[in-house]
Nanobody
Framework: QVQLVESGGGLVQTGGSLRLSCLASGRTLSSSTTGWFRQAPGKEREFVATIWGSGGRTYYADSVKGRFTISGDNAKNTVYLQMNSLKPEDTSVYYC??????????????????WGQGTQVTVSS
């Protein structure tokens, strides 16, 4: 199993930027897929982005393409989500999740094995 801790959330203005971190312990991310999901109040959890290992293939939801970038640092066993040009509709709790020992393009929650507790991102208008 892998333990995941998200950090970097906060309050920003429309058009601002944040970088979220997902620090993994217990397992290396190099052979796994790490995903970011988000859930706004009263809404279902939705897919944001995934990355293979710490620097492989990436996949983004249409709603964040061109604004968000997912990346990784193998030495730190950490995956990041750089969020630029933030909009109020990006306000959510952001979760990272890992599909252990798999490289997948899935955007389904059920295909991910371990989840962090989330970090709050609030974008003011």
């Amino acid at each position: 199993q892998v333990q995941l801790v998200e950090s970097g959330g906060g309050l920003v203005q429309t058009g601002g930027s944040l970088r979220l971190s997902c620090l993994a312990s217990g397992r290396t991310l190099s052979s796994s897929t790490t995903g970011w999901f988000r859930q706004a109040p009263g809404k279902e959890r939705e897919f944001v982005a995934t990355i293979w290992g710490s620097g492989g293939r990436t996949y983004y939801a249409d709603s964040v393409k061109g604004r968000f970038t997912i990346s990784g640092d193998n030495a730190k066993n950490t995956v990041y989500l750089q969020m630029n040009s933030l909009k109020p509709e990006d306000t959510s709790v952001y979760y990272c999740a890992v599909a252990l020992d798999r490289w997948t393009l899935s955007s389904r929650e059920a295909d991910f094995d371990s989840w962090g507790q989330g970090t709050q991102v609030t974008v003011s208008s």
